[in-house]
């Protein structure tokens, strides 16, 4: 029998890690929404899908109210949202029903 529990945690532990230390951590949140690429839908499911997208980003940002975030993109056509957020904020996420799954985002480039 196993003693460490499966990899199936939303956020990484790094994640926590680097939020612990750093203060806040640039991530992208993988959103619970139905999904489908946008050329297989008609118009009346792609606005149906975006909506859908939207009301899922709603819901993480009234989840994370009162924490530390601040939204860098919110997508319109994939279910997902990518935030800077601080340790309270990462924990929000791990135990949301809305979010699938957590993963480190990149730095934006900065403009030359």
Known sequence: MESEPASSEKVPRQLFKRAASAGTVLVLAGLRTPWQREDQLSEELLALQRKSILAAQSYILKELSGTQFTVMRLY?????????????????????????????????????
């Open 76 to 112: 319109q056509r994939i279910p997902g949202i990518a935030l800077r957020v601080g340790l309270d904020a990462l924990q929000i996420l791990e135990k949301s029903p809305a979010v699938t799954n957590v993963v480190p985002d990149r730095s934006p480039r900065s403009s030359p």
